[in-house]
């Protein structure tokens, strides 16, 4: 149990629709990373976070967006959902800014039917 | 290339020793890092080397990077069923950007 949860575990919602997924980091990590895996695009680096700012800018779609909140869980929304956005997301957290010693979750699976 | 590149599969017999090999994109990654994923699971940290190191050993795992030819290994001795998994090569970029390998899907045969 690497100490980061994620929320919920499973995800299936149609096209078009709109979800929020969720992230609790370790206790006193600061940062927070996304992340999506799919079959076809392996692991993508979608946004970091650091102490409620962002820092670090992936693969993100202008239809996803992120934020982190004061208490430092972070929530990721993907909106007009397509086919191809199912995938497990991620979700890490570090100490420090830096990309070293991330922490995984256990992943969302987000079906888009 | 833009991509960090492994073998897509390994297949050892238990007691046998396993090498994950890897070439990285960027000579000025800070960081390069080996993942494993068991199904169904994310993702767990094994180790990770900063760029200035040639070695680092933890246990059973032995990891060589050669920086000249950006080439990262993931040496596991002594391999057992438990080490059957997915094992993700990754590296830190300037940018905070990770990037990461496919993956090599380690079988380990009784």
């Known amino acids: 149990d690497s100490g980061v949860t994620q929320t919920p575990k499973h995800l299936i919602t149609a096209t078009g629709q709109r979800v929020t997924l969720r992230c609790s980091p370790r206790s006193g990590d600061l940062s927070v990373y996304w992340y999506q895996q799919s079959l076809d695009q392996g692991l993508q680096f979608l946004i970091q976070y650091y102490n409620g700012e962002e820092r670090a800018k992936g693969n993100i779609l202008e239809r996803f967006s992120a934020q982190q909140f004061p208490d430092l869980h972070s929530e990721l929304n993907l909106s007009s959902l397509e086919l191809g956005d199912s995938a497990l997301y991620f979700c890490?957290?570090?100490?420090?800014?830096?990309?070293?010693?991330?922490?995984f979750g256990p992943g969302t699976r987000l079906t888009v039917t | 290339g833009e991509d960090v590149e492994q073998s897509l599969f390994l297949s050892v017999r238990e007691g046998d020793s396993s090498v994950i090999n890897c070439t990285y994109t960027?000579?000025?990654?800070?960081?390069l890092y080996w993942y494993k994923q068991e199904p169904g699971a994310g993702l767990q940290l094994l180790t990770y080397i900063f760029s200035n190191m040639d070695m680092k050993q933890d246990q059973r795992l032995t990891v060589l990077l050669n920086k000249k030819d950006k080439h990262l290994s993931l040496r596991i001795a002594d391999t057992q069923t438990g080490d059957s998994a997915i094992y993700f090569c990754?590296?830190?970029?300037?940018?905070?950007?990770?990037?990461f390998g496919a993956g090599t899907r380690l079988t380990v045969k009784p």
């Open positions: 990754a590296e830190s970029l300037n940018n905070n950007d990770m990037r």
């Open positions: 890490a957290s570090s100490v420090v800014d830096r990309g070293y010693e991330q922490y």
């Open positions: 960027d000579s000025s990654s800070t960081y």
